[in-house]
Nanobody
């Protein structure tokens, strides 16, 4: 059974950067398409970055494109999210989880895979 632990969140000023990590256990990461998702208070969870199992395909919504970069190291069973030029609207709890193969279709979508495979998340707060 896949389990994830997210880390790396914190308080950062607008324009700052953070790097989130997602440690996967219970299985091997290379079996999964992975994604980072976030949920702000009063809003639905949204996908902010997805990556195919071999890192060949990535997808970002327009809201974060050019600022966020997803990566993975299958040898370390870890996925990452580098976030640059952070904005107050990026404030949310960030989760990593297996993602749907919709990242490989047209149009691409970054949505969670079926199943309740969420970790505790890591809080990101962007504020001056």
């Amino acid at each position: 059974q896949l389990q994830v632990v997210e880390s790396g969140g914190g308080l950062v000023q607008p324009g700052g950067s953070l790097r989130l990590s997602c440690a996967v256990s219970g299985t091997t990461l290379n079996k999964y398409i992975m994604g980072w998702f976030r949920q702000a208070p009063g809003k639905e969870r949204e996908g902010v970055a997805c990556i195919s199992s071999n890192s060949a395909v990535t997808y970002y919504p327009d809201s974060v494109k050019g600022r966020f970069t997803i990566s993975r190291d299958n040898t370390k069973n870890t996925a990452y999210l580098q976030m640059n030029n952070l904005k107050p609207e990026d404030t949310a709890i960030y989760y990593c989880a297996p993602a749907s193969p919709r990242i490989l279709t047209t149009p691409r979508l970054c949505v969670p895979a079926p199943g309740d495979l969420w970790g505790q998340g890591t809080q990101v707060t962007v504020s001056s």
